[in-house]
């Protein structure tokens, strides 16, 4: 099942740099790992805003929200989640 992610983070003013820098690291290894599983599918930058638009494909909500919840930056995140279906006129 694919699912459309938006994530828009929103680091705290206060937060010292080193500490946002590490979770930043942490994230990025996290990230790449759920690409490497194929899972995250595609993360895009939105352009002028620390947001991304992603794709994932997990088997339940139960999944995606296993690994959305497990995000190092997910308590400084707003995220949508849109489920996917198929278009008819896709020829895929
Ligand atoms: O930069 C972001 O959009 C937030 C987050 C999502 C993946 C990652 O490495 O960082």
Do not use: C
């Amino acid at each position: 099942m694919l699912f459309l992610v938006r994530m828009d983070v929103n680091l705290p003013a206060d937060m010292p740099s080193e500490e946002g820098a590490a979770i930043k690291a942490v994230e990025k290894a996290y990230s790449q790992d759920l690409q490497q599983q194929g899972k995250w599918r595609h993360i895009w930058r939105v352009v002028g805003e620390y947001s991304n638009y992603s794709v994932f494909d997990a088997e339940s909500n139960d999944e995606l929200h296993n690994m959305l919840s497990g995000l190092p930056l997910f308590p400084y995140m707003d995220i949508s989640v849109t489920p996917l279906a198929k278009h008819p006129s896709d020829i895929n």
